[in-house]
Each structure stands twice: as structure tokens, then as C-alpha cells.
T-cell receptor, first 114, second 109 residues
Framework: DAGVTQSPTHLIKTRGQQVTLRCSPI?????VSWYQQVLGQGPQFIFQ???????GRGNFPDRFSARQFPNYSSELNVNALLLGDSALYLC?????????????FGNGTRLTVT | QKEVEQNSGPLSVPEGAIASLNCTYS??????FFWYRQYSGKSPELIMF????GDKEDGRFTAQLNKASQYVSLLIRDSQPSDSATYLC?????????FGAGTRLTVKP
């Protein structure tokens, strides 16, 4: 079975631009979470979606938005990019929405903002 | 106070030794605890999870949880150079997974 897939793998954008990152969960997984990881730090929670509804939101500005589609894939959008948005963006899927769920991560999208 | 705290390391142990990684968390309502391993340039991969007080063993790995002390640890027995990585502690807080900054482990041959 395919794992969590993310696209693109690398992206270079200019300040002020907008970016869309994509994620396909493991087959059968209905929950998708997005994380931002800056070098030397742990992943920071951005969003969680389950059954196409937002179930959690981290401490990120409104420039960050996301959605989940009927096939459970997901997109993360970031508007008005800042230099500080440069990071590895990780998507993780899980079977369910409970607090006991384990996350399975994709390989990430490396975003560089210049 | 950070929600999940880990010593950043680096922690260096000789091959064959026991590596001990520690993590504390602030939310007493947390019910599930996870350890992830992240190799440089790669994404985190799940090693173990623990829900109940006490020890849980899986091969060379043992997770220990003490909810009263809000403390969770990971022991790696017979450490191998391939265990060299950053180990992330994660705690489920209000159904959101929160990660520590990670401890970098180096196992020297």
C-alpha cells in the first residue's frame, strides 16, 4: 500500500506570493493533519481535518488555510508568503479522529521563500 | 511553559549501550504519548506509543510513562549506529498532536 504522498517535494516562492501544498493520505485513512517544521525544531501543528471538517487548528495566522476533499486528500494554502514561512511542511494521516490515533507522515514539502 | 519539553542533546552513547531519552509534558489531561524517530532530511516515523502508566516493550525499545510526574521516556537497548537520529516525543493535547523539539542521538561505533 502507498504511504502518505505529498506534492510538490520542493518549492521556491517569493515573498507575497501564494502557495498550495497537496497531500494524499494512506488508503482508508480519513484524518489528515498538517504540520510545519522549522530546522532544529519539532513539527508545529497547523490543522487537522476529519471527514472533510476542520477538527483542530494550531496557532497560525489566517494566511494559512486548508481543506479536505471527499476522497480525503487535502490541500494547505498559504497566502502572502513571508520569509519566516520557509520550512518543511508535513502532512500526516491517521485512521480515526480519537486521541489515541498514531500519525503516519508523508515525506514533506520543502518550501523556500525568498 | 512549553507543552512538550525534551533535552535537545546531542546525546552520545557507544554502540551496544542503553540510550535514555526523556520528555515532560504540561497538560495533565493528556492520554496518549508517542515516540517518533526522524533521520536527517526525512520525515518522522512512529516508533512506539503508550497510553497507560508503566512500561511498554517492543524489541530493543521500551517506553515508560508516569502520568503523576507528567514524564515519558524511551530506552533503546543495544544501541546501534543506525539508531543515530532525532527522537521526537509527541503528546495528544485536546485531540491535537503536539511535539517536543526532539533529542538528537548519536551512537558511536
Amino acid at each position: 500500500d502507498a504511504g502518505v504522498t505529498q506534492s510538490p517535494t520542493h518549492l521556491i516562492k517569493t515573498r507575497g506570493q501564494q502557495v498550495t501544498l497537496r497531500c494524499s493520505p494512506i488508503s482508508g485513512h480519513k484524518s489528515v493533519s498538517w504540520y510545519q517544521q522549522v530546522l532544529g525544531q519539532g513539527p508545529q501543528f497547523i490543522f487537522q481535518y476529519y471527514e472533510k471538517e476542520e477538527r483542530g487548528r494550531g496557532n497560525f495566522p489566517d494566511r494559512f488555510s486548508a481543506r479536505q476533499f471527499p476522497n480525503y486528500s487535502s490541500e494547505l494554502n498559504v497566502n502572502a508568503l513571508l520569509l519566516g514561512d520557509s520550512a518543511l511542511y508535513l502532512c500526516a494521516s491517521s485512521l480515526e479522529n480519537s486521541g489515541l490515533r498514531a500519525l503516519h507522515f508523508g515525506n514533506g514539502t520543502r518550501l523556500t521563500v525568498t | 511553559q512549553k507543552e512538550v519539553e525534551q533535552n535537545s542533546g546531542p546525546l552520545s552513547v557507544p554502540e551496544g549501550a542503553i540510550a535514555s531519552l526523556n520528555c515532560t509534558y504540561s497538560d495533565r489531561g493528556s492520554q496518549s504519548f508517542f515516540w517518533y524517530r526522524q533521520y536527517s532530511g526525512k520525515s518522522p516515523e512512529l516508533i512506539m506509543f503508550i497510553y497507560s502508566n508503566g512500561d511498554k516493550e517492543d524489541g530493543r525499545f521500551t517506553a515508560q510513562l508516569n502520568k503523576a510526574s507528567q514524564y515519558v521516556s524511551l530506552l533503546i537497548r543495544d544501541s546501534q549506529p543506525s539508531d543515530s537520529a532525532t527522537y521526537l516525543c509527541a503528546v495528544n493535547v485536546n485531540n491535537d498532536m503536539r511535539f517536543g523539539a526532539g533529542t538528537r542521538l548519536t551512537v558511536k561505533p
